[in-house]
């Protein structure tokens, strides 16, 4: 089809203007290594409160520092345990164990305090409590009526209302509600999510909250029924969220990779069009979303899958921040996702054949390339702009 000149420069300026608008506030990545050391293979608890810098740790320092001052990220998700920071002899609510407390509160000062980034908190539990020993799938779901073991949405509120209450003189934390909720009535993680927002914002913690929704929270099925049950839709519930500062954005993890798992080396689904049905749901509903995980394998298709799924964020305001999993002071020579042989994203590492690791091939050839400097937020509370 022929077009015409004037159709062409309108076009341009169309496209200016929607790349204009587009703001990335937050880009960087996860700190995974607090929720280590718990998995059973034959269902027992292993781990609980477990041994710090032994059996689970939240960042290492020096790392950090690379992210910091030489890469120039400034958004760092740090992950915890619920049942280290509320102990199973009390349970879930306002009660925590302060040793463990002051080790997380520790890494997140480093980040914030001494760093000047953001850091987002993720109790990384998949909206259970008790039993995190076979993750995802083990523990009660929390608010779970028909289950006697389980943590109430009431409880669940206690605790957000102590955590924020902790952190609210810093400015630099975001709040993550609970990673990757699944398997669970669509309406109970709303429910969950309103009490955690109603819980935070009681103490007069005024940060920016991320609010996940079903079927591992993932942006290609948020308007569509996921799990077993068939539960209903994200898009069915969340719009209907009240924050009364609206500081509340949608938290997404979208992997490129089969079957959406981020366990398989290639990537084979495309971002841009995964996500644009949420993207419809984000503009009819003026909401806001972060991808707080997705990953690549260590290849050329990978690095362009990733190119490809930032470069549509960055053209779509509906968007303020991502983070790619996973960096972490405790994997080693292995691998957070997408392959056995990518490695993680932890600076100084080799992957399991004594290769770079992804730091040196994921991070340096699809990440570093596509980090917005110059629309990142690098001080004030954290927020939607």
């Known amino acids: 089809m022929m077009v015409s000149s ?23 990545v996860n700190e995974s290594g607090g929720e280590f050391g718990v998995f059973s293979s034959n269902g027992t608890i292993m781990g609980l409160p477990g041994r710090f810098g032994v059996d689970f740790d939240f960042i290492n320092q020096t790392t950090v520092d690379i ?4 890469e ?10 619920l049942e280290r920071m509320c102990p199973l002899e ?16 520790a890494a997140v000062n480093h980040i914030t ?87 935070i914002r009681s103490v007069g913690a005024d940060q920016l909250i991320l609010a996940p929704g079903n079927g591992f929270t993932g942006g290609h099925s948020w308007t569509q029924t996921t799990g077993a ?21 949608i938290d997404i993890h979208e992997y490129l990779d089969e079957d959406f798992s981020g366990s398989h080396a290639n990537c084979t689904q495309p971002g841009p069009s995964n996500l644009a049905d949420l993207t419809t749901w984000l503009q009819e509903n ?10 690549g394998g260590n290849n050329q298709n990978c690095f362009n899958f990733i190119t490809d799924m930032l470069t549509f964020l960055e053209a779509n305001d509906e968007y303020i921040g991502w983070s790619i999993w996973a960096a972490g002071p405790l994997w080693g020579t292995g691998s957070p996702c997408c392959g056995a042989d990518t490695g993680s994203l932890e600076p100084g590492q080799v992957n399991d054949l004594g290769q770079p690791d992804a730091f040196n091939t994921v991070w340096a050839q699809a990440i570093r390339p596509n980090i917005p400097f110059d629309t990142l937020k690098r001080s004030g509370t954290s927020g939607l702009s």
């Open 72 to 81: 120039n990220i400034n958004f760092f998700r740090v992950t915890f345990l």
């Open 229 to 249: 049950a068939g539960d209903a839709p994200s898009s069915d519930f969340m719009n209907m969220l009240v924050d009364p500062l609206n500081n509340t954005a």
């Open 113 to 199: 305090v001494d760093k000047g980034a953001y850091a987002l908190l993720d109790p990384h539990n998949y909206m259970r409590y008790n039993d995190p020993s076979a993750q995802p799938n083990s523990g009660s779901v929390i608010g779970n009526t028909s289950d006697p073991a389980a943590a109430t949405t009431e409880q669940f509120q206690e605790f957000w209302a102590e955590l924020a209450s902790r952190f609210v003189d810093n400015p630099m934390v975001v709040f993550g509600i609970n990673n990757e909720p699944h398997d669970m009535p669509t309406q109970l993680i709303f429910e969950n999510n309103q009490a955690a927002i109603n819980g």
């Open 286 to 295: 003026n909401l806001k979303a972060v991808i707080s995980e997705f990953g």
């Open 6 to 28: 004037f159709s062409k420069t309108l076009l341009h300026a169309l496209l200016t203007a929607s790349l204009a608008s587009a703001k990335i506030l937050y880009a960087g």
């Open 90 to 105: 009390t349970g879930l609510g306002a009660t925590f164990n302060e040793t463990h407390f002051s080790e997380y509160e």
């Open 67 to 70: 992210f910091a001052d030489q």
